[in-house]
């Protein structure tokens, strides 16, 4: 296949109006590359169609074309169909689509994974990629993402996914933990993934609030016939002010945090959360301040610092922690 993607791009194009039936004109191929916004200079798609009728090399095979010299014109006796399944990528898009490929390969123990491969390897297989770039997409150890254990509840996405694009109904049996099963009606909005695992986000029909489901909870799910309404939700909006997937009634609060200068030098790189913002920072320590709704995964990320961080307000928060660090110490007394 031809390196130059603007020649690949050329050919495409006048092998399809050479498949059509009769000859055609240089001229008129050339009128029809331009049309097509090709721009393209008249010798250059006479080459083009010596080359293509000349030199097997570019496709792999002879396509049958010819020229009429009395009637300077040409034609084809049967250009293969599989040379118009030809996918035409450019390198930046080769490259983000192996970047892609291997990305995914963390939701390798996805039912669903199974298909996404198929058809990814259908692009990969009829596209203008290269033989050895080709190659780099069955090297495993290439590019390693992190990896997502096998967990129950995954072989429902494909179901919710449905339910979701076609806004059906579903009625789902949902066990918390050290509780009984019960059954919802709810109306599925969201699928969010949260520190590896998978939840629904959808509004409960019998209380008309926004409720959430792990996936490992969920017993059986089950789409009814019955569809609804257009729901606008605004997921950056909805999550904004959460800390991991769990969004409280409560209004969010300022938290003040200071941290010693080796850790915030991580936080600057990677932000505990997207409200961060740096207040004050000097050669031994780095304050930020972030806007959240306090939650166990809140208090859970600021103890995981253990003593690389100190809570500076508000009162109420820092006495939490103190207190949780305080009962903490006694463990090793």
């Known amino acids: 296949m031809a390196n130059n993607q603007k020649a690949l791009k050329r050919y495409l194009i006048i092998l399809k109006i050479l498949s059509r039936t009769g000859m055609h004109s240089s001229k008129d191929i050339h009128t029809t ?9 008249y010798r250059t798609i006479q080459k083009d169609l010596e080359d293509l009728r000349d030199d097997e090399s570019i496709f792999g095979k002879n396509l049958g074309i010819f020229k009429d010299d009395k009637e300077k014109k040409w034609y084809s006796t049967g250009i293969p169909k599989e040379i118009f399944s ?3 990528l450019k390198d930046g898009e080769v490259d983000a689509l192996l970047f892609y490929f291997k990305t995914i390969n963390q939701y390798s123990e996805y039912p669903i994974f199974k298909n996404l491969s198929k058809a990814m390897k259908k692009v990969i297989d009829g596209s203008n990629i290269s033989k050895d770039r080709k190659e780099l997409f069955d090297i495993e ?3 390693e993402s992190e990896k997502h254990p096998p967990i129950s509840g995954i072989e429902f996405i494909v179901d919710l996914l449905n339910a979701i694009s076609k806004r059906k109904i579903v009625e789902l049996e949902y066990q918390r933990f050290g509780k009984p099963a019960k059954t919802h009606i709810i109306k599925p909005i969201l699928l969010k993934e949260d520190k590896l695992m998978w939840y629904l986000i959808g509004i409960n029909i019998k209380y008309d609030s926004i409720i959430t489901f792990g996936l490992d909870r969920i017993n059986y799910v089950l789409l009814k016939d019955e569809e609804f309404e257009k729901i606008e939700f605004n997921s950056s909006e909805y999550f904004k ?6 969004v409280s009634d409560e209004d969010p609060i300022e938290v003040i945090i200071s941290f010693d200068v080796e850790q915030g030098d991580y936080l600057k790189t990677l932000p505990i959360h997207p409200t961060q913002q740096i ?4 050669k031994k320590q780095l304050t930020i301040k972030v806007i959240v709704k306090p939650s166990y995964e809140f208090y ?9 961080a100190k ?5 109420g928060i820092r006495e939490i922690f103190k207190a949780s660090f305080i009962k903490a110490n006694s463990n090793y007394m």
């Not at 207040?279 to 000097?282: D, L, P, R, S």
């Not at 859970?300 to 003593?307: M, T």
């Open 33 to 41: 590359c331009v049309n097509s916004g090709i721009e393209v200079g």
């Open 241 to 246: 002010h959460s800390f991991g997937i769990t």
């Open 279 to 282: 207040i004050k920072e000097t």
């Open 141 to 143: 150890n290439l590019l």
């Open 86 to 88: 030809t996918l035409e």
């Open 300 to 308: 859970s990320k600021i103890y995981s610092y253990c003593c690389n």
């Open 311 to 315: 809570v500076i307000s508000p009162p």
